[in-house]
């Protein structure tokens, strides 16, 4: 099992940057990628960005050259630094990590990202 705690989130206004951390624990030996999802109301869930044990990145069309993800594997943490937001970035945004190739079987609780005008 791995657990995963989100941290971070609040209400920026339109503009601002924010960093999400996600701490990892449990069987963290059994990760093999992780990454961000977000739902904003209304809206189905997305996949944000990830990040693969060997580094090698993915990003969202819609969201590359804003957001940067990043991982320590000495703190068992992620992040996800977000700049020039908008408030269509306003969301739950979720930590996920897959043990399986293509599986996102982990989740964190989520936390809330408001960008305001």
């Known amino acids: 099992q791995v657990q995963l705690v989100e941290s971070g989130g609040g209400l920026v206004q339109a503009g601002g940057s924010l960093r999400l951390s996600c701490a990892a624990s449990?069987?963290?030996?059994?990760?093999?990628?992780m990454g961000w999802y977000r739902q904003a109301p209304g809206k189905e869930r997305e996949l944000v960005a990830a990040?693969?044990?060997?580094?090698?990145?993915y990003y969202a069309d819609s969201l590359k050259g804003r957001f940067t993800i990043s991982r320590d594997n000495v703190k068992n943490t992620l992040y996800l630094q977000m700049s020039s937001l908008k408030p269509e970035d306003t969301a739950i945004y979720y930590c996920?990590?897959?043990?399986?190739?293509?599986?996102?079987?982990?989740w964190g609780q989520g936390t809330q990202v408001t960008v305001s005008e």
């Open positions: 990040i693969s044990s060997g580094r090698d990145t």
């Open positions: 449990g069987s963290i030996f059994s990760i093999n990628a």
């Open positions: 996920v990590a897959q043990r399986r190739p293509g599986v996102w079987d982990s």
